[in-house]
């Protein structure tokens, strides 16, 4: 079985200041590993997905997550926040073995404070 | 050109009643998903659809039945409606498991 566990529910952070969402994920087997973002009042997106090799993996509006096998961790990191990344954040893994499965997080908020 | 769209996008019933909510997709995927988010934003797969084919029920009340017509469509209808239902209902589809997931707007349900 897996799990997802995102520590912050809530992140308050100024503005043009960095962030990090913190992931931590468990499984018995291989994963694939993604962040989607929600923006209020809308379906999530794709910010980015780590798939297999470099373990540093950007994604879209200057966001980027590195993927830590031995601590088991996929964090995700932007080194100056607007204010409209004020959204939540959700990190997900899929079971390499399984073509049907993907398990969420429960999401940690991002309020950019001006 | 709407990659993923639900209709309706808000409803608001009284308990006890029957409804549908209906999916698209346009993508050509194989996969399709129904997702409930509570008040709290929590996500919870309820359903998948692989080529016509129910291939997880996370131990969703029989209530609700997901329909799918065709690899393009999958409606999800749920029956008898409970206060406890009222929450945002996201249709999303795939290709695979390294594939991103590509959700809808979401509806809105209200329970009275």
């Known amino acids: 079985a897996q799990s997802v566990t995102q520590l912050d529910s809530q992140v308050p952070v100024f503005e043009e200041a960095p962030v990090e969402l913190r992931c931590n994920y468990s499984?018995?087997?291989?994963?694939?590993l993604f962040w989607y973002v929600q923006y209020p009042n809308q379906g999530l997106q794709l910010l980015l997905k780590?798939?297999?090799?470099?373990?540093l993996v950007k994604g879209i509006n200057g966001f980027e997550a590195e993927f830590n096998k031995s601590q088991t961790s996929f964090h995700l990191r932007k080194p100056s926040v607007h204010i409209s990344d004020t959204a939540e954040y959700f990190c997900?893994?899929?079971?390499?073995?399984?073509?049907?499965?993907?398990?969420f997080g429960k999401g940690t908020r991002l309020h950019i404070l001006p | 050109d709407t990659a993923v769209s639900q209709t309706p996008k808000y409803l608001v019933t009284q308990m006890g009643n029957d409804k549908s909510i209906k999916c698209e997709q346009n993508l050509g995927h194989d996969t399709m998903y129904w997702y409930k988010q509570d008040s709290k934003k929590f996500l919870k797969i309820m359903f998948s659809?692989?080529?016509?084919?129910?291939?997880i029920n996370e131990t969703v009340p029989n209530r609700f039945s997901p329909k799918s017509p065709d690899k393009a469509h999958l409606n999800l209808h749920i029956n008898s409606l409970e206060l406890g239902d009222s929450a945002v209902y996201f249709c999303a589809s795939n290709r695979g498991a390294q594939e991103t997931q590509y959700f809808g707007p979401g509806t809105r349900l209200l329970v009275l």
């Open positions: 499984s018995s087997v291989s994963v694939y």
């Open positions: 997900a893994v899929t079971p390499m073995n399984r073509d049907d499965k993907i398990i």
């Open positions: 659809y692989n080529n016509k084919e129910l291939i």
């Open positions: 780590y798939l297999s090799g470099s373990t």
